[in-house]
């Protein structure tokens, strides 16, 4: 295997994690950097599997910001 291909597995194990909201080897703000890195990388359903978890990850995130500055 590539290492562009380990890369994107481990991307998108982790970011399976991190979607579902189960602690990864990432945080999401290392997910969301890497993803940016591989994003022009993907093809097919690759994108749009990514693309949910992006989103997915951000709005998990944004809770937990708002969480914070709460405190």
């Known amino acids: 295997m590539t290492k562009k291909i380990r890369r994107k597995n481990f991307l998108a194990s982790e970011g399976r994690s991190l979607a579902t909201g189960l602690q990864g080897q ?15 990388d993907l093809v097919g359903a690759q994108t749009d599997i990514f693309a949910s978890f992006e989103t997915n990850i951000r709005n998990r995130y944004k809770v937990l910001v708002m969480d914070t500055v709460a405190l």
């Not at 945080?27 to 022009?40: F, R």
Request: aromatic content about 20%.
């Open 26 to 40: 990432l945080t999401a703000e290392e997910w969301l950097y890497l993803y940016g890195q591989i994003k022009d």
